[in-house]
């Protein structure tokens, strides 16, 4: 079974703190993902990752910034926690374009004071 | 861009079949997925579509229809477990876009 693992399950933080956001997959998978899910928004995608040191922007990039260094570790880094990032973050994988499914981490509920 | 609609939240009794409709706009179209989600609890997928036509797994079933940029799921013989948020997801190569998600409530 894959498992996706995230650090945290509740963090709170205050605004302008630099916070980490860190998810471990032990699948090999190649391509990784960060979302934020809010009420009535859905999972919204915030930037994925598709091999080691590579990244590409999602829809809602600004504020956030991400980092892969090793192939099972993908880190979501919000540089200056504003309030407006209190949500749910989700980081997901999947294996490659010839798989379907994508597996999510449990989340991590963030709270920006 | 990306967009995709489903209704907010549906209702329907224990062992009736409900359908949860999901119309896109897309610049690209791989396939539409489905993914269920209870209260507190990560996203697990339940069905793919690419090419047009009726899925089935088990009491769930999913179809598309990519002339129409619709697509359905499909659940039978509701059972209270069946109480949670379904999204609908569209594939775009290896970037996925989800709706905003359909609660569904199961009364006894």
């Known amino acids: 079974d894959v498992k996706v693992t995230q650090s945290s399950r509740y963090l709170v933080k205050r605004t302008g703190e630099k916070v980490f956001l860190e998810c471990v997959q032990d699948?090999?998978?190649?391509?990784m993902f960060w979302y934020r899910q809010d009420p009535g928004l859905g999972l919204r995608l915030i930037y994925f990752?598709?091999?080691?040191?590579?990244?590409e922007k999602g829809d809602i990039p600004e504020g956030y910034s991400v980092s892969r260094e090793k192939k099972e570790r993908f880190s979501l880094i919000l540089e200056s926690a504003s309030t407006n990032q209190t949500s749910m973050y989700l980081c997901?994988?999947?294996?490659?374009?010839?798989?379907?499914?994508?597996?999510f981490g449990p989340g991590t509920r963030l709270t920006v004071l | 861009g990306q967009s995709l609609e489903q209704p907010s939240e549906v209702t329907a009794v224990e062992g009736a079949i409900v359908q949860i409709n999901c119309t896109y706009q897309?610049?690209?179209?791989?396939?539409l997925s489905w993914y269920q989600q209870h209260d507190g609890g990560a996203p697990t997928f339940l069905s793919y579509?690419?090419?047009?036509g009726l899925e089935e797994t088990g009491r769930f079933s999913s179809f598309l229809s990519r002339s129409d940029s619709y697509g359905y799921l499909l659940l039978q013989e509701l059972q209270m477990k069946d109480s949670a948020s379904y999204f609908c997801?569209?594939?775009?190569?290896?970037?996925?876009?989800f709706g905003s998600g359909t609660k569904l409530n199961v009364k006894p």
């Open positions: 997901a994988t999947y294996s490659s374009p010839a798989d379907n499914e994508q597996f």
């Open positions: 699948m090999d998978h190649e391509n």
């Open positions: 897309t610049s690209g179209f791989y396939g």
């Open positions: 997801a569209v594939r775009n190569f290896n970037k996925f876009y």
């Open positions: 990752s598709y091999d080691v040191k590579m990244k």
């Open positions: 579509n690419a090419l047009d």
